[in-house]
């Protein structure tokens, strides 16, 4: 099947929405905004599908992480082709699939960590000082926060304040690369503006997807609902990841530990390809192989 973008080449928020673009025009799919980054780029979802079952999937927590919102891109024009055709995709029969589900993409939710990671601090615009200063130098290759060196996966209401803890036991106080939580639960809008699209919304399952390590977690604190470590399996057969439990820091503040903790539902998070992050797109279609079927699997097995 051609693609509409080279999966090969950086992915930023101007490129992200060239291929919005491109998918409207050929497949008519909605795309909603829902909400903004902290410096007003937009956070843009598209749609797959009609049914009544929903699923979210959302990509780019983390800046470095951006390769996600290509592989989220890439699936949708994927499975969109597919049903299309009439065709399977992984063995999922796709026009079916987008009659019995919904599946909502946020490709992006960090815009403006992805420009400082690709760009350095100015792609921070306003916040460029700060940023050399929070980053201690101008290589941000490792850059995981927003533009306010919050960490957007460790600003949630899931064990927010042992996660504070834990930062302070690791000597972090404040914005940085990577693992600070922020000053409250949501207290970005970046984070914010996904939790009242999920309240919106009444999801049957969440997929957070992030890089690296090919692995799937499932679990919160023991909270996980019932089937979850069963789907996880599943899951884990089809993509060759590993079903796990994280620990420590990393364990606490997600989104997915969000989800589950407050809608008792299944909330997953999915860690693509092996290596170091900004995993290398010249190999995504290797990354992205093992992760299509699993990507198409799930709205099965919810």
Known sequence: MSRLFNTAAPLNHAVLHKVLDALVERYSVPVLNIGFSILGRDLPALRLGEGPKKLLYVGAHHASEWLTATALLHFSEQLLGAA?????????????????????????????????????????????ERLLLLNGGFDFTHWQANARGVDLNHN????????????????????????????????????????????????????????????????????????????????????????????????????????????????FTVEMGLGENPLPPQEFDAFYRPLEPLLALLPTLI
């Open 156 to 267: 949630y209401e899931a064990g927010w304040a042992e996660a504070k803890m834990l930062e302070r036991e690791a000597g972090i106080f404040g914005g940085g690369p990577t693992r600070y939580g922020g000053e409250f639960p949501e207290s970005e809008p970046e984070s914010a503006a996904l939790c009242a699209f999920v309240r919106s919304v009444d999801f049957d399952a969440v997929l957070a997807l992030h890089s690296q390590g090919e692995e799937i977690y499932y679990d919160f604190g023991g909270l996980a609902p019932a089937g979850s470590e069963q789907i996880a399996t599943v899951l884990s057969k089809v993509s060759g990841y590993r079903a796990a439990k994280p620990s420590g820091i990393a364990s606490l503040s997600g989104f997915k530990d969000w989800f589950i903790a407050t809608y008792n539902r299944p909330g």
């Open 84 to 128: 299309r055709a009439s065709s399977r995709l992984t063995g999922v029969d796709a026009a079916g699939l987008l009659k019995a589900v919904s599946i909502f993409v946020v490709p992006m939710l960090n815009p403006d960590g992805v420009e400082i990671e690709q760009r350095g601090a100015e792609g921070g615009g306003i916040f460029s």
